[in-house]
Nanobody, 124 residues
Framework: QVQLVESGGGLVQAGASLRLSCAAS????????MGWFRQAPGKEREFVAA???????TYYADSVKGRFTISRHNAKNTTLQMNSLKPEDTAVYYC??????????????????WGQGTQVTVSS
């Protein structure tokens, strides 16, 4: 089993930056592709970013490309650096882990483990 805990969310003004962290416990995630998703009130959960298990490949939603950066730092930590935040980035952000040695995906159903989420609110 893998337990994921997100942190780093908060309330910021448009144009500011935040760095979200995802800490894993239990089984190692070093071989798992990792993803970040978000869900705004009244909307479906949407893909934000993903990184391969090796860290060599990253993928982004068009809406965040050039502003957000996903990274993995060791066997247990993944981060999402968010710059130039916009009010439309307001959502609960979730990190997720997929099965080992699979390809990172944009579909939420491809991920087996999820954190509880962290709220990001961007004011205009």
């Amino acid at each position: 089993q893998v337990q994921l805990v997100e942190s780093g969310g908060g309330l910021v003004q448009a144009g500011a930056s935040l760095r979200l962290s995802c800490a894993a416990s239990g089984r190692t995630i070093s071989s798992c592709p990792m993803g970040w998703f978000r869900q705004a009130p009244g909307k479906e959960r949407e893909f934000v970013a993903a990184i391969s298990w090796s860290g060599g490949s990253t993928y982004y939603a068009d809406s965040v490309k050039g502003r957000f950066t996903i990274s993995r730092h060791n066997a247990k930590n993944t981060t999402l650096q968010m710059n130039s935040l916009k009010p439309e980035d307001t959502a609960v952000y979730y990190c997720a882990a997929a099965r080992p040695f699979t390809s990172p995906a944009r579909l939420a159903g491809s991920y087996d483990y999820w954190g509880q989420g962290t709220q990001v609110t961007v004011s205009s």
